[in-house]
């Protein structure tokens, strides 16, 4: 990280400073807590003849995808969310999948980039979960400086033709007298997917061990601590992987875009 | 009409049976009125090749074309609204548009629907005047027994690569009084248009005559009424007009796919 970076708080920056850092080579290890009050969001390109399928399955599953913004087949500007950022080269890391496998982590995503990519912008629990520390609910994976766990569920996601898999959740350890109001915050947050998809017993999404996520880090709960479960934009990564398409780019886990977006 | 039609109310019949009629025959000028308490859509049908940019161009103008329903291509059956239903057969007329021109109006699309053709369903304002009714608010088309009148703005919808064209809107003359409680009603009401666009001054929306419609006829206001316009689902037919894609098949006016889904 370089010096501009260190000499300033993070959660303090305006997105448009933390994207120029990022695309100056500044690559931290995680958004999470950056450009405190914006939005922030999981990316997803995919080439034109995909494109299609992408968008459908995103409008098809509003809870685990839902989206911000698209951009024109070509155009890395995501106009709306950002008018003036570039998806190729404005967040900190990206994960390049061939037939559904993970072939490259790059920094810099310009020579991924074909020439009639459509770059999706799905919303993160990222945006969440500053609200729930704003409504005086404890998470416990920051308590305990960890990822939040996520876990593949037995849940199928509607399918397109060409896209299909399982729903991924995000689990957060809440007080069982709190789990109401994380649920009442969160469900105002459509944008960042919304209410809890399940609380309680793990075994009715299909999870057989909370200590074993299959992305992130296990946490450990506090006395009367209840598991609480929220659809997860990662669940696109699941996707990919599952219904291995010949190409796509994602953001790279933890590492998200940073819109313009006021949460 | 057949027996089985001139037997029943529309206004009482469920969907499946109305669109059963349809597809036996029953050719009604308008389905205003049909299905009480049903949604009622816009039909817009393309070949999968311009299937990215015509559930784009809805994404990106949800006021104009707020989507209910997307087909897989291929597949004619809109499995979230109707999921016993054709979108071939089971309205009562369509239009087929070759570079923009309508070229021909058709009874039965089964001829018309290329193998991998996509179906778009976009809601209507016609679930909107069933709550305008219910709420007190005169109708003044319905008074006159006339379509309502429809016309092309000055206002651009957002576009895409190769979907692009002005705002279509519908327009209710509503007595003075009661514009806030019009606007509150359809504002509720996402799936159908919601709120007003515009209410007053028709030159704000680039209208030079009110008695002159681009779709739909004149209607005379009375002592005290306001103008209050709506976006319209037409929009996406003045957008294939202005576009001039190869190929498209639309619902003939007002004679909308009546959904299985609850207003």
Not at 49 to 64: C, G, K, S, Y
Not at 78 to 91: K, M
Not at 155 to 180: E, I, K
């Amino acid at each position: 990280m370089d010096g501009l970076f260190r000499s300033q708080n993070p959660a303090g920056l305006v997105p448009a400073a933390a994207r120029a850092l990022f695309r100056a080579g500044t690559r931290p290890g995680t958004t999470s807590g950056w450009c405190h009050g914006h939005v922030q969001a999981n990316m997803l390109a995919v080439p034109r003849d995909l494109a299609f399928d992408a968008l459908l399955f995103a409008w098809r599953n509003p809870r685990a995808c839902p989206l911000i913004d698209v951009t024109d087949p070509g155009d890395p500007c995501p106009r709306t969310a950002a008018p003036h950022a570039d998806l190729r080269t404005d967040l900190p890391a990206y994960v390049v999948y061939r037939d559904g496998e993970p072939v490259a982590t790059l920094e810099d995503a310009v020579p991924a980039w074909r020439e009639d990519m459509v770059g999706l912008l799905t919303g993160c629990s990222f945006t969440a979960e500053d609200a729930l520390l704003a409504a005086g609910i404890p998470l416990r994976h920051l308590e305990q400086d960890r990822n939040v766990p996520m876990y593949v569920t037995n849940r199928r996601c509607a399918p397109t033709r060409r896209l299909s898999g399982p729903l991924v959740v995000s689990m957060r350890f809440v007080p069982r007298d709190l789990v109401g109001a994380a649920a009442e915050v969160t469900g105002a947050l459509p944008l960042a997917h919304g209410g809890p998809v399940h609380a309680g017993d793990p075994a009715a999404l299909g999870i057989a061990d909370l200590d074993k996520p299959d992305f992130g880090d296990a946490v450990r709960p506090r006395d009367g601590d209840v598991p609480v479960f929220w659809a997860c934009g990662v669940t696109l990564q699941a996707v990919i992987m599952s219904s291995r398409p010949e190409y796509a780019v994602t953001h790279a886990p933890g590492r998200m875009f940073i819109t313009d977006l006021a949460s």
